[in-house]
C-alpha cells in the first residue's frame, strides 16, 4: 500500500511540477480588456477581428500618411517619426498589429491577408477614402506591398525602410507542436526575446530602455500564440509576384536603408532596386536596422522631401 501511494506521489510531482514551472515562468498573467484600455494612450478602434491600438494626430486637412510597423515592435518604434511628421503638417497614423503591443489577440490564423484587413478596416472605421502615404518598416514592407497590391486605389506612394518580405522558410523547432511550443518558448525562448530587439541597432547602448519597453506587451496572453501563427501561417508565403507587379505602378517609392543593418542586408536594397527600377534609394551611414533612431535627420528628412514633392 505504501509503495502504490510513493508512486501516486512521484508521478503527481512529475505532473504538477512542470505545471507549477511554467506558471511561474510565463509573462503573460494579464488580459487586454477595458480596463486596461481605458489607462492606455492612443485610441482604439473596434475591427473585424477585434480593438486595434492606434494613434492619429496632425492637422485634419493634412495628406494621411501610415507608418506600418515591424515583426512584433509595437507602434511605438514609431515614436520620432510621428512627431517630425505632424509638426510638418501631414496626418499621421500609427497602430498595432493584432497579437502586438495594446491590440487584441483574436486566436485566428496571422496570414498576410489578416494584416491587409485589419490596416483596411482600420482606414474604414476612421473614414479615410482618399489615397495614403504607406511607410512600411522591416516586415512591414511586405505587408505595405500586400495592401497596395490588394488595394491599389488606396495608394498615393510607398517608403519601405529597412523592408522585409515575405518568402518560403522553415519554421523554428516544435512549431507543429503547439503545446510543446508554448511550453518551451515560456521556459526558454521568450525570455530572450526583449533583449533581442537591441541587435537592430548599430549602437545598442545608446538604448538601454528597448528590451523594456518591448517587455510591456509580453504580459498580455496571447502574445506567444500570435508570435507562432504569425510564422506558421506565412511560412509557405513568397511576394515576389506581388513585388514584381508593384514595381509596374506608377506610384512614387522611395527606399532607404541603414547601411549597417544586421537584420536585413543593405546588399538587399540591389534586388529591389531591380524589381522597382522607378524608386529613388538613400543609404544611411552608421545605421543599423532602426535609422529613423540613430540616423533620424537622415532619414526622416529624406521622407519629408519625398512627401513634400509629391502631388
Do not use: C
Amino acid at each position: 500500500m505504501r509503495r502504490w501511494i510513493a508512486r501516486a506521489v512521484a508521478i503527481g510531482v512529475l505532473v504538477t511540477a512542470p505545471v507549477a514551472v511554467y506558471s511561474v515562468a510565463d509573462p503573460e498573467k494579464r488580459d487586454l480588456d477595458d480596463s486596461v484600455r481605458r489607462a492606455t494612450p492612443g485610441q482604439f478602434a473596434r475591427l473585424t477581428d477585434g480593438y486595434t491600438h492606434y494613434e492619429i494626430a496632425g492637422p485634419p486637412g493634412g495628406h494621411v500618411v501610415v507608418l506600418v510597423a515591424g515583426f512584433s515592435v509595437p507602434y511605438y518604434i514609431w515614436d520620432p517619426t510621428f512627431k517630425v511628421l505632424t509638426d510638418a503638417g501631414f496626418r499621421v497614423l500609427r497602430y498595432d498589429y493584432y497579437g502586438r503591443g495594446f491590440s487584441d489577440r483574436p486566436d485566428v490564423p496571422y496570414t498576410q491577408a489578416f494584416y491587409v484587413r485589419q490596416l483596411s478596416d482600420l482606414l474604414d472605421s476612421l473614414r479615410i477614402a482618399d489615397p495614403v502615404d504607406l511607410v512600411g518598416l522591416s516586415l512591414g514592407g511586405g505587408v505595405i506591398t500586400s495592401f497596395a497590391d490588394t488595394f491599389p486605389a488606396r495608394v498615393r506612394s510607398l517608403i519601405y525602410m529597412d523592408p522585409s518580405f515575405r518568402t518560403p522558410g522553415s519554421l523554428p523547432p516544435f512549431a507543429g507542436m503547439p503545446v510543446l511550443w508554448n511550453l518551451i518558448a515560456a521556459l526558454v525562448a521568450e525570455r530572450g526575446w526583449a533583449d533581442e530587439q537591441l541587435g537592430d541597432f548599430l549602437h545598442p547602448e545608446r538604448f538601454r530602455d528597448w528590451p523594456d519597453r518591448y517587455r510591456v506587451q509580453m504580459q498580455y496572453r496571447g502574445f506567444r500564440r500570435a508570435r507562432l501563427s504569425e510564422l506558421v501561417s506565412n511560412a509557405n508565403v513568397d511576394q515576389r509576384e506581388e513585388l514584381e507587379r508593384i514595381g509596374q505602378q506608377p506610384w512614387p517609392v522611395l527606399i532607404i536603408w541603414g547601411k549597417q543593418d544586421p537584420s536585413v542586408p543593405f546588399e538587399s536594397s540591389g534586388p529591389l532596386l531591380e524589381t522597382m527600377p522607378r524608386a529613388r534609394l538613400v543609404a544611411i551611414e552608421d545605421s543599423g536596422h532602426l535609422p529613423q533612431w540613430e540616423q533620424p535627420a537622415m532619414a526622416h528628412g529624406a521622407i519629408v522631401e519625398f512627401l513634400r514633392q509629391l502631388k
